[in-house]
């Protein structure tokens, strides 16, 4: 929480507060669509992600099949589905999830975790985490609560991604292994500020003693 964080870290109020300021905002749905041409392909992507078969029925003269990658306004993209066959990707259940389903899914495979202020195609701004790993030789985004994979250069720019933390894979599973041994640490952080302050939080576990399990 802040105040364990500040006062065993040294994160500033300013930074932590900078940054928190963007967690668990509700998005005012009722807003419009910029018509920013970006913005505007971000929300074809979001409702093709939803239900591919009707997407490309109302789409059909404009989302593309290029090899193994659908490709609409010059934008090449995957599901998120066909890495991780989860049938919640399909429905909006995924919403919510960006922390939770990141580290559990880096924790049991390869991929890195990034933590970024992002904007939404109503240029709505929040804190969000996605993964990232390599495919083909090329670095990709793979987002749970879109339902996408995207190659990391298109979705930085669809999304104004604002990075904060990039943690690798090996990274991560040391610095889970650190708080969990550690009680107090624990019962004191939630998976969020875990994720945006990854070498504070480290260095703080390695000067403190042995216990427990992450807050998730």
């Not at 899914?105 to 996605?130: D, M, P, Q, T, Y």
Request: hydrophobic share 35%.
């Amino acid at each position: 929480m802040r105040e364990y964080i500040l006062k065993n870290t040294n994160v500033s109020a300013q930074e932590y507060d900078a940054i928190m300021n963007y967690q668990g905002k509700e998005e005012d749905m009722s807003a419009p669509i910029s018509l920013e041409p970006k913005k505007l392909t971000l929300w074809v992507l979001k409702q093709f992600s939803l239900n591919p078969p009707t997407a490309l029925n109302r789409l059909k003269w404009h989302i593309k099949k290029n090899g193994d990658w659908y490709n609409f306004n010059g934008i090449d993209f995957k599901l998120m589905y066909e890495f991780y066959k989860d049938p919640e990707l399909y429905s909006l259940n995924r919403y919510g999830k960006c922390y939770e389903k990141s580290f559990s899914i880096s924790l049991n495979s390869k991929l890195n975790i990034g933590v970024a202020i992002c904007k939404s195609e109503r240029n709505f701004e929040f804190l969000h985490a996605f993964l990232l790993g390599l495919l083909n030789g090329e670095e990709v985004v793979l987002d749970y609560t879109l339902n996408l994979i995207l190659k990391k250069e298109d979705y930085y720019h669809l999304l104004d991604v604002l990075e904060i933390s990039y943690i690798y894979n090996s990274e991560l599973k040391e610095l889970t292994a650190n708080i969990n041994s550690n009680e107090d640490m624990t019962n004191s952080l939630l998976l969020h500020e875990v994720l945006c302050f990854p070498k504070e939080l480290n260095n703080l576990a390695l000067k403190l003693k042995p216990n427990s399990s992450l807050k998730r």
